[in-house]
């Protein structure tokens, strides 16, 4: 090798130091020694490594250019520049060609540079980074799962689909879902009606005169109102009957009223608990069997769940924000709606459901559906041309109002909560002792008079309610 070429080789490898290695800080040295090398060769990706032979060679070569790249600063050092995750051998060749050594070359990403950024992004974090197999490893502990998946985005900028994650999520991952379920139902309907029946006959009975409208309008209700009485079965809440005779004519006049008023209120507050990431299900209501014909006529039976259903899914993004997918319904049977086919009678649902995403911290609400659904009816009946007399046209007309309306709220509140003691838990039946034969027989109780001593129910138990509590007015 000439002194020219030397030169020229070794400006080339100081041109490609300065543009791939910025700074001396980031060079390493392999050295080969008696003919084999200490080690085997890391080389980060796009940066530099010098391997120093204790022989001259004369001859390099790289199995696989693409992995890394070299050239010749003199005949005892190699410059080595990694190019892609791989492994790869340099071989060096001796003066008389034979061989000195293969050095094996391991290029891994540049973990180096990645743990820099990932302490300027996720400062704090417990996050330990290794290469393995021309991929990173992630291991140690987050605080929440937001964070993660920020450094496994980085990572994918440093190792493409070579990321193996084996971090794990602190601090508290179950969440506590509490969800108030409030409808309200009103309801009022009002009729008026007014018939008249009229029954007469002249010459000899040969001509003969029978009128009745609305209710009374057959015979048989004409009858029954002449002869004063009012309607067997009637919706209406009172009923009133005038009747008189004019010559040869019955007159029967029966007015019918009604006003009906009526309020619903449903509440229902289930409380759900699940791990960040799971699904939990809740249904408080019951199944209703639906027969289902199948072939060859014959009939199997399916259940369909009504009441009020819970479906969520949480995720604990980050410190206290909580991230709900979530799906409730409220159902409810309506036989108003119902069929009958083949002997089977089968009623109708009523169903208000909703499914949304949202976000929240801990212990805030959500108002995540509101319904207001307001059903107006208003009917007149009359008798043609009769009933568009003023004041007189009264007797030949009905009218009937009816409205309902129905609201819906549903309003949900995330917690995060961690497990406790048993113990300390009170349940609704641990204050309900059954009474002894003395006090059920001479005493006539039904439990026992006997507050628990331990656990929750002892704490509320021992707990004093007596004496004033409350507001109090003083006037």
């Given at each position: 090798?000439?002194?020219?070429?030397?030169?020229?080789?070794?400006?080339?490898?100081?041109a490609?130091?300065?543009?791939?290695?910025?700074?001396?800080?980031?060079?390493?040295?392999?050295?080969?020694?008696?003919?084999?090398?200490?080690?085997?060769?890391n080389?980060?990706?796009?940066?530099?490594?010098?391997?120093?032979?204790d022989?001259p060679?004369?001859?390099?070569?790289?199995?696989?250019?693409?992995?890394?790249?070299?050239?010749?600063?003199?005949?005892?050092?190699?410059?080595?520049?990694?190019?892609?995750?791989?492994?790869?051998?340099?071989?060096?060749?001796?003066?008389?060609?034979?061989?000195?050594?293969?050095?094996?070359?391991?290029?891994?990403?540049?973990?180096?540079?990645?743990?820099?950024?990932?302490?300027?992004?996720?400062?704090?974090?417990?996050?330990e980074?290794?290469?393995?197999?021309?991929?990173?490893?992630?291991?140690?502990?987050?605080?929440?799962?937001?964070?993660?998946?920020?450094?496994?985005?980085l990572?994918?900028?440093?190792?493409?689909?070579?990321?193996?994650?084996?971090?794990?999520?602190?601090?508290?991952?179950?969440?506590?879902?509490?969800?108030?379920?409030a409808?309200?139902?009103?309801?009022?309907?009002?009729?008026?009606?007014?018939?008249?029946?009229?029954?007469?006959?002249?010459?000899?009975?040969?001509?003969?005169?029978?009128?009745?409208?609305?209710?009374?309008?057959?015979?048989?209700?004409?009858?029954?109102?002449?002869?004063?009485?009012?309607?067997?079965?009637?919706?209406?809440?009172?009923?009133?009957?005038?009747?008189?005779?004019?010559?040869?004519?019955?007159?029967?006049?029966?007015?019918?009223?009604?006003?009906?008023?009526?309020?619903?209120?449903?509440?229902?507050?289930?409380?759900?608990?699940?791990?960040?990431?799971?699904?939990?299900?809740?249904?408080a209501?019951?199944?209703?069997?639906?027969?289902?014909?199948?072939?060859?006529g014959?009939?199997?039976?399916e259940?369909?769940?009504?009441?009020?259903?819970?479906?969520?899914?949480?995720?604990?993004?980050?410190?206290?924000?909580?991230?709900?997918?979530?799906?409730?319904?409220?159902?409810?049977?309506?036989?108003?709606?119902?069929?009958?086919?083949?002997?089977?009678?089968?009623?109708?649902?009523?169903?208000?459901e909703?499914?949304?995403?949202?976000?929240?911290?801990?212990?805030?609400?959500?108002?995540?559906?509101?319904?207001l659904?307001?059903?107006?009816?208003?009917?007149?009946?009359?008798?043609?041309?009769?009933?568009?007399?003023?004041?007189l046209?009264?007797?030949?007309?009905?009218?009937?109002?009816?409205?309902?309306?129905?609201?819906?709220?549903?309003?949900?509140?995330?917690?995060?909560v961690?497990?406790?003691?048993?113990?300390?838990?009170?349940?609704?039946?641990d204050?309900?002792?059954?009474?002894?034969?003395?006090?059920?027989?001479?005493?006539?109780?039904?439990?026992?008079d006997?507050?628990?001593?331990?656990?929750?129910?002892?704490?509320?138990?021992?707990?004093?309610?007596?004496?004033?509590?409350?507001?109090?007015?003083?006037?």
């Amino acid at each position: 090798m000439t002194c020219t070429n030397l030169i020229k080789v070794v400006v080339a490898s100081f041109a490609i130091s300065m543009a791939v290695a910025p700074t001396a800080s980031h060079a390493e040295t392999l050295r080969v020694m008696r003919g084999s090398p200490s080690t085997a060769l890391n080389v980060p990706m796009n940066r530099a490594v010098v391997v120093e032979s204790d022989t001259p060679f004369t001859e390099l070569s790289i199995a696989n250019p693409g992995i890394a790249d070299i050239s010749s600063l003199s005949d005892r050092t190699i410059y080595v520049l990694g190019k892609e995750p791989g492994r790869t051998t340099l071989t060096l060749l001796g003066g008389d060609g034979r061989l000195i050594t293969n050095v094996e070359v391991h290029v891994t990403p540049d973990i180096a540079e990645f743990k820099e950024r990932l302490e300027q992004i996720l400062p704090g974090e417990n996050i330990e980074v290794r290469t393995a197999d021309n991929g990173i490893v992630l291991s140690g502990t987050v605080s929440s799962i937001a964070r993660l998946d920020r450094a496994m985005e980085l990572a994918q900028r440093y190792a493409p689909d070579r990321v193996s994650n084996l971090m794990s999520v602190g601090g508290t991952q179950q969440v506590m879902l509490k969800v108030r379920f409030a409808e309200m139902q009103r309801s009022v309907s009002k009729s008026l009606s007014s018939s008249i029946a009229l029954q007469g006959s002249t010459l000899g009975n040969n001509l003969g005169l029978q009128v009745g409208t609305n209710s009374t309008n057959n015979s048989g209700a004409i009858t029954s109102t002449l002869n004063g009485a009012t309607p067997a079965s009637n919706d209406a809440n009172g009923a009133f009957l005038f009747g008189f005779n004019a010559g040869g004519v019955e007159v029967g006049i029966l007015l019918e009223a009604l006003e009906a008023r009526g309020v619903v209120r449903t509440l229902a507050e289930p409380n759900l608990t699940a791990l960040s990431g799971q699904e939990a299900k809740f249904l408080a209501g019951g199944e209703y069997p639906i027969p289902v014909s199948q072939d060859g006529g014959a009939i199997t039976i399916e259940y369909k769940p009504f009441g009020v259903e819970l479906n969520f899914t949480p995720r604990v993004i980050d410190n206290d924000v909580i991230n709900l997918e979530l799906s409730a319904a409220v159902s409810s049977l309506d036989t108003s709606n119902g069929f009958t086919a083949n002997g089977f009678t089968v009623d109708a649902f009523k169903r208000r459901e909703t499914s949304t995403t949202v976000e929240m911290r801990d212990g805030e609400s959500f108002a995540i559906a509101g319904l207001l659904q307001d059903d107006f009816m208003d009917l007149s009946g009359q008798v043609p041309w009769v009933g568009d007399i003023p004041i007189l046209g009264s007797l030949f007309r009905s009218a009937e109002y009816s409205r309902k309306q129905t609201e819906l709220v549903i309003i949900v509140t995330p917690h995060l909560v961690t497990p406790t003691r048993g113990e300390v838990l009170a349940l609704p039946t641990d204050r309900v002792q059954p009474p002894t034969e003395r006090d059920l027989f001479l005493f006539g109780r039904v439990t026992a008079d006997k507050a628990p001593k331990s656990g929750g129910a002892g704490e509320v138990a021992r707990q004093d309610f007596s004496g004033s509590y409350g507001y109090v007015l003083d006037d």
